[in-house]
């Protein structure tokens, strides 16, 4: 077997990969033991002055995207490690698509193998964005659940923060984010924060306008009293029921219409197997 382009390529990809994972182990004073291979080597590449000046505008948006995701904060060193297990993922990719190429004399693998290596990051800021939209939804779907509680409770004659912290202590930690960023307010308050800065922080890290719209609601309780409070309330549970049911039927289009394919493709198996014998009978 000769080594061709694809074998000098495959070759190359293993010696580069060799000096990274040697120079993360000098840096890391011979200590192996906690190297992530796809991820480790990589981060060490990207965390370049020159090229982290050059990649770090195009990166704004998933850095935007796991602050979302991790409490409104995303630090350099998350960053990169995100950016280098995507660049890490495409680079195993390319190199066992080279190596199978290699061994077959396949030159069509070896170019598949750089469209998968180009597609990985994307793919992973991709699923970056559902995440957040997952999240953005699972939030909205659950608002309207905590004001009917919130709403409840305080006709009931307890006060909007104590409404707010059993609202809290009934669910699960990680069950919602909602009640996970209402939570990180209500310890800011504890804290000494003022209830306005807590809740437009709580606003923020959410990214949600009716999450917004709810805070602004919390605050005309403090500001004109309990009197104003309630029918604001009322009726934004009223609104919210309204968004989540549009939610609701959203999601259920986008069911049936994922269901179109897999239908077609049962109905035209149906249609070879019913016609199948009938044509072979001719």
């Known amino acids: 077997m000769m080594i061709g382009w694809i074998g000098i390529c495959c070759v190359m990809l293993l010696v580069l990969y060799a000096v990274l994972i040697s120079r993360v182990a000098v840096a890391r004073k011979g200590r192996l033991g906690g190297i992530k291979p796809l991820v480790d080597p990589f981060i060490y590449v990207l965390a370049v002055r020159t090229i982290a000046d050059r990649i770090e505008p195009l990166l704004i948006r998933p850095r935007y995207a796991l602050a979302q995701l991790n409490g409104g904060t995303c630090s350099r060193d998350r960053l990169l490690s995100f950016a280098g297990e995507s660049v890490g993922l495409g680079y195993a990719a390319w190199l066992a698509f080279g190596c199978v190429a290699w061994v077959t004399d396949n030159d069509s693998l070896a170019v598949l193998g750089i469209v998968v290596c180009v597609c990985v990051p994307l ?14 939804q699972r939030i909205v779907m659950e608002l309207p659940e905590l004001l009917g509680k919130l709403l409840l409770i305080v006709n009931a004659g307890d006060t909007v923060l104590r409404a707010l912290t059993r609202c809290v202590e009934q669910q699960p930690p990680g069950r919602n984010p909602l009640y996970d960023e209402l939570k990180s307010a209500l310890a800011a308050m504890k804290r000494g924060e003022s209830m306005a ?11 949600v306008p009716e999450v917004k719209l709810f805070a602004s609601t919390l605050l005309i309780n403090a500001r004109r009293g309990g009197e104003v409070f309630v029918p604001a309330l009322r009726e934004l549970t009223r609104q919210m029921w309204e968004k989540r049911k549009a939610a609701v039927r959203t999601l259920g ?17 149906i249609m070879v197997l019913v016609g199948a014998p009938a044509l072979l009978m001719f």
């Open 197 to 207: 800065a807590a809740l437009e922080e709580m606003g923020r890290r959410c990214a």
């Open 253 to 269: 289009e986008q069911a049936s219409s994922k269901l179109v394919f897999p239908l077609t493709l049962v109905f035209l198996c």
């Open 123 to 136: 793919l992973r800021a991709r699923e970056l964005r559902n995440r957040v939209a997952m999240r953005r």
